[in-house]
Nanobody, 116 residues
Framework: VHLVESGGGLVQPGGSLRLSCAGS????????MSWYRQTPGNERESVASVSGGGTPITYADSVKGRFTVSRDNVKSTIYLQMDNLRPEDTAVYFC??????????WGQGTQVTVSS
């Protein structure tokens, strides 16, 4: 299983970014996938998850109405569209998948910094 995130960067408050996570080594369209984020000294927190078919499953309360999770199973990629970004959204963002065997895998993460 291999997950690779991209799309992070520096953005001003109120701006937008779209993160991508390309997956391989598993039956991509069969598994729900998730986005998490982590700040220094804190545990990773769940941000959003999407079903294998592309239906959003969950959003953290802090991102509802601002973030949108989606996926393209042809491209084996999930996305996190982040709008109206706030300084408190600054974190390393990770994508994750739990396989049928029950093992959880993580990507390497991508840094998102929201600052003026």
């Amino acid at each position: 299983v291999h997950l690779v995130e991209s799309g992070g960067g520096l953005v001003q408050p109120g701006g937008s970014l779209r993160l991508s996570c390309a997956g391989s080594g598993f039956t991509f369209s069969s598994l729900a996938m998730s986005w998490y984020r982590q700040t220094p000294g804190n545990e990773r927190e769940s941000v959003a998850s999407v079903s294998g078919g592309g239906t959003p499953i969950t959003y953290a309360d802090s991102v509802k109405g601002r973030f949108t999770v989606s996926r393209d199973n042809v491209k084996s990629t999930i996305y996190l569209q982040m709008d109206n970004l706030r300084p408190e959204d600054t974190a390393v963002y990770f994508c994750s998948v739990v396989t049928f065997s029950g093992s959880r895998y993580w990507g390497q993460g991508t840094q998102v910094t929201v600052s003026s």
